[in-house]
């Protein structure tokens, strides 16, 4: 039992002398930026669901359309992706996934940035 009392003192004695200087090398600001962080990643698990829309167009061929949803939406499979496709195609507009505000603006920015037509709105029913 007391052979491994030198150990733990020298485990409790690095520990107190290195924990003031690793305190040190913490860079100015690191608190705020770790608070800005965690702040960030709550606020887009709280922030209200958005709905990215995809609006028929007369211009791209149907192939097209759904190789880019696959390309812009993760884990979009070819069979959701023909389905939204058809959706716009036959009712004028279709939704394409419901995700955090900061996220749809993203996905609808790569869409329009592709040559389609996209928008979000609020899921709760109101546009924007």
């Not at 860079?27 to 609006?55: A, E, N, W």
């Not at 996209?118 to 899921?123: D, G, M, R």
């Amino acid at each position: 039992m007391w052979k491994h009392v030198p150990s733990l003192c020298l485990c409790l004695l690095l520990s107190l002398l290195f924990v003031p200087f690793i305190k040190c090398l913490k860079p100015k600001g690191y608190d705020q930026i770790f608070d800005h962080m965690l702040s960030t990643r709550k606020s887009r698990k709280t922030s209200p669901p958005f709905r990215v829309l995809l609006h028929n167009d007369n211009f791209n061929k149907r192939e097209y359309v759904v190789q880019v949803l696959m390309k812009v939406i993760p884990g979009m499979t070819i069979d959701n992706a023909v389905n939204i496709m058809q959706e716009a195609h036959h009712n004028g507009l279709a939704v394409v996934i419901v995700c955090a505000q900061v996220d749809a603006e993203d996905h609808c920015l790569q869409l329009r940035g592709n040559g389609l037509l996209s928008s979000i709105e609020p899921a709760d029913g109101g546009g924007c």
